[in-house]
């Protein structure tokens, strides 16, 4: 909606409703909205109000300021809307009343004596609003004192507060009088700010110790689609979490709202277990990456070389009318977008009778080649019954450019057997494998019809084979991958799913969804609020597929944790009571231009694991925590083997002071492999600290044995040395004495290096050698120093 539209609206209702008023006293819960209203640190918080393409403006520190230091001087507006602005949103409420105040002063000579200016709100596309308007005396302080109320259908997810001159089409033809410089300062917006939002803190322990389903036990992740780079499996998820608010009384959220999610949750691990957290990818939404897209669900990841440069692509559904992809420089962003329109749309060749043009999942071949595969919803009704039930014909594949964010040719039909959504292909020696959700019948699907024999029941994984990955006739259909969750995870856990299959290191993996960690907070009764599971895949000589068992148990973890190394805190193999937040910077672990997430909520009683941790007969000598503390006496406790198992080492956070700091602490038996477990500790009621990332330091020193002293023979003194080999594998060792040295190659386990070292002395006295062993220990090479000291000797005695 253009300015000349929104001003007659807004200003008629704001007058006759009487909302302009004189200030009425702020009530005790009440506070100031806006940050640095004086100016006084700059342009701090303010901008140049940017809601139509040709607002532009000028700011500017002025020491001409009305009390304090400074004021913000507004110069070169192109419209009349072009002035300083601040982003409120998140900090007003419908139905709430508040109070403005505001300095404002204009002094071109060539403008006219008066002049009204206006406070307004831009609410989101074309809503605006003027809130409190002053009419100044040019070259004099004037006042903006008001009350306005936001009325209670407003939607306030987008309040941007502004200051402005009346609007007018064509302002440049009079600059004198509609566009002049002004100054502002110290700016106020007081009222009661929103109440803070339910706490999403899951505080049960939603992944149980021993167990590896679900992958994390601290957020949602739905329709995970599994990627593997690098020697890492990276998951990508539709984020469920985003509209997860349980009640604080009960601990129960509303069911889930699928309109509301406009991000993608990403986590990955290297051993299947221990999971890290890189939080969410902002893909859709204003702010988004593609911020013309207004959802992100079921995402799919492919890479490819473009042009020389290695590119990774995520593909996602924009609801169920479209489907997108943005690009990124590594498996974790940045990411933006190469394209201004959705990807997959009714423009779509071969799509145009595919109710849901959703559930993207790319394939790269062998040869280069990609592939899009995507689709579901109600069959047409121009299908006889029986065929709409067990022959809905709407999912499709289609060919990607090679740039991998364009389609070509048409889309062709994916016959798959009572399909619904979810289609997924991956390749194995040769053959082409499609995977996809079962619908559950009902009048979209030809209402009450008898499926074929063999054919999926409701809500089942079901899957094809075929020699082409544009070709699926119903003939390929090879039967049932997975039955439906809920006959594994039983009450509670039923309802569609949405599946992918990738390969790693000589395994494949299934990965799916179930409500199990929602069944875990609540009971028997869920509300939508999935989680990311992981089984492994197993083939018959034929080349078809076992049938999957979901179980807690999941998959074997492929390698144990190595902990010499800096690692993010929120790499969790089991968490209790603890969430996630992204801070800014980047990862220690995972480099400057990946996201930085720190563990945060912590309070006393809660805990985070790593399974499997591999300390080396060595063991570990150090623990260091990157932590921020926030309450005095806080402490964290490294335990072995259980939440309650001997305590390793105690990390004492230290005073607060809001910084982050390292923290070390020795540790006591922390060798051979280990689960391990970090405890927190600390004053009830308090956040304790949060954590950014953990470091152990190895014992580094290999196990020698070191005997010296001085002896004589034919009146003459001489120093023995001698360094037995307690390592488990050859040892190079080398003694030195101020008599010489020797060295000694691959000295067995158990074996000595002897020598005697002749002082050409009738005495000696006591003094130190020095012994160097070199070693591989834990799989590293190292050098241990030993320096001992001899006995003396007086041998002409």
Same mark, same amino acid.
């Given at each position: 909606m253009v300015h000349r539209f929104r001003r007659a609206a807004a200003v008629g209702a704001l007058l006759a409703a009487g909302l302009v008023a004189a200030a009425s006293p702020a009530r005790a819960a009440d506070e100031n909205l806006i940050v640095n209203g004086?100016?006084?640190?700059?342009?701090?918080?303010?901008?140049?109000?940017?809601?139509?393409?040709?607002?532009?403006?000028?700011?500017?520190?002025?020491?001409?300021?009305?009390?304090?230091?400074?004021?913000?001087?507004?110069?070169?507006?192109?419209?009349?809307g072009s002035g300083p602005m601040q982003d409120l949103s998140g900090k007003v409420q419908a139905g709430q009343t508040y109070t403005l105040n505001a300095r404002i002063k204009y002094e071109n000579p060539n403008s006219p004596a008066t002049k009204q200016f206006f406070a307004t709100m831009h609410y989101g596309g074309g809503t605006y609003t003027n809130l409190?308007?002053?009419?100044a005396t040019k070259g004099q302080w004037a006042q903006f004192a008001g009350t306005f109320t936001i009325p209670s259908s407003q939607n306030v997810s987008t309040a941007r507060l502004f200051f402005e001159t009346p609007w007018t089409s064509t302002p440049s033809s009079a600059p004198d009088t509609h566009l002049m410089d002004f100054k502002l300062d110290d700016v106020s917006v007081v009222g009661a700010p929103p109440p803070p939002a339910p706490s999403k803190t899951i505080e049960v322990v939603g992944k149980l110790p021993g167990e590896h389903n679900p992958l994390i036990g601290h957020k949602f992740g739905a329709d995970g689609f599994g990627f593997v780079h690098n020697g890492r499996v990276y998951m990508y998820m539709t984020n469920d979490t985003q509209g997860y608010a349980p009640d604080p009384v009960t601990g129960v959220s509303a069911a889930i709202n699928y309109g509301s999610i406009n991000q993608i949750t990403l986590i990955s691990s290297d051993d299947l277990v221990n999971w890290t957290d890189h939080g969410e990818i902002?893909?859709?939404?204003?702010?988004?990456?593609?911020?013309?897209?207004?959802?992100?669900?079921?995402? #799919?990841m492919a890479r490819k070389v473009v042009n020389g440069q290695e590119k990774f692509f995520l593909y996602y559904a924009n609801g169920g009318g479209s489907s997108n992809v943005v690009t990124g420089a590594s498996p974790l962003g940045p990411w933006t977008s190469e394209r201004t329109t959705t990807l997959i749309n009714g423009s779509t060749p071969g799509a145009e009778a595919v109710a849901w043009k959703f559930d993207p999942a790319p394939l790269v071949d062998d040869? #280069?080649?990609?592939?899009? &595969?995507?689709?579901?919803g109600p069959a047409a009704t121009s299908m006889p019954a029986a065929e709409r039930f067990n022959n809905p014909k709407n999912i499709r594949a289609i060919e990607l450019g090679d740039d991998m964010v364009s389609t070509q040719g048409s889309a062709v039909v994916v016959d798959a057997p009572v399909a619904f959504e979810a289609g997924h292909v991956f390749k194995r020696q040769g053959k082409y494998y499609l995977s996809y959700s079962s619908h559950f019948g009902g009048s979209d699907f030809g209402g009450n019809q008898t499926p074929l024999p063999g054919y999926p029941g409701g809500g089942q994984i079901g899957y094809m084979m075929s020699d082409s990955p544009m070709s699926w006739p119903k003939e390929t259909y090879a039967g049932v991958l997975f039955p439906n969750q809920s006959q594994f995870f039983g009450a509670g856990t039923g309802g569609n799913n949405h599946q992918s299959v990738f390969e790693f290191e000589g395994k494949y993996y299934f990965t799916y969804h179930a409500p199990t960690l929602n069944k875990r907070i609540n009971g028997n009764t869920t509300q939508g609020y999935r989680s990311p599971h992981i089984q492994e895949m197993t083939f018959n000589p034929d080349g078809t597929i076992r049938q999957v068992?979901?179980? &807690?148990?999941?998959v074997d973890q492929v390698r144990n944790f190595n902990p010499y190394r800096v690692f993010e805190a929120e790499t969790l193999g089991w968490s209790k009571g603890i969430a996630t937040a992204k801070i800014d910077g980047g990862s220690a672990q995972f480099g400057a231009s990946a996201p930085n997430l720190v563990v945060r909520d912590v309070d006393n009683g809660d805990w985070t694991a790593l399974s499997a941790v591999d300390f080396g007969t060595g063991g570990? +000598?150090?623990?260091?925590? +990157?932590?921020?503390?926030?309450?005095?006496?806080?402490?964290?406790?490294?335990?072995?083997?259980?939440?309650?198992?001997?305590?390793?080492?105690t990390i004492q956070a230290g005073t607060p002071s809001g910084e982050w700091a390292e923290v070390t602490a020795a540790l006591d038996g922390a060798t051979g492999v280990h689960d391990v477990y970090f405890t927190y500790e600390g004053p009830a009621g308090q956040d304790l600290f949060e954590l950014d990332s953990w470091k152990f330091d190895r014992r580094a020193d290999l196990p020698v044995t070191v005997n010296a002293q001085a002896r004589c023979t034919s009146g003459k003194a001489y120093v023995a040395v001698q360094a037995r080999n307690d390592h488990n594998a050859p040892v190079d060792i080398t003694l030195e004495t101020p008599y010489g040295t020797r060295s000694f190659a691959g000295v067995a386990p158990g074996a000595n290096a002897y020598q005697s070292f002749a002082t050409r002395s009738t005495s000696v006295a006591a003094g130190p050698v020095t012994i160097r062993? +070199?070693?591989?220990?834990?799989?590293?090479?190292?050098?241990?120093?030993?320096?001992?000291e001899h006995t003396g000797a007086n041998c002409a005695a």
């Open positions: 004086g100016f006084e640190n700059g342009l701090t918080s303010w901008f140049v109000n940017n809601g139509n393409a040709t607002d532009t403006a000028t700011l500017s520190s002025t020491s001409d300021a009305y009390s304090g230091a400074s004021a913000v001087l507004v110069t070169s507006r192109t419209t009349t409190v308007s002053v009419t902002q893909v859709a939404g204003p702010t988004g990456a593609a911020p013309f897209t207004s959802n992100s669900w079921a995402p #799919g040869d #280069g080649q990609a592939y899009l &595969y995507f689709g579901g068992v979901g179980t &807690y148990a999941g570990a +000598k150090t623990v260091t925590a +990157k932590v921020r503390t926030l309450a005095a006496g806080a402490r964290i406790q490294v335990r072995l083997d259980s939440v309650a198992g001997p305590v390793a080492g062993a +070199k070693g591989t220990l834990d799989g590293n090479d190292v050098t241990t120093v030993i320096t001992a």
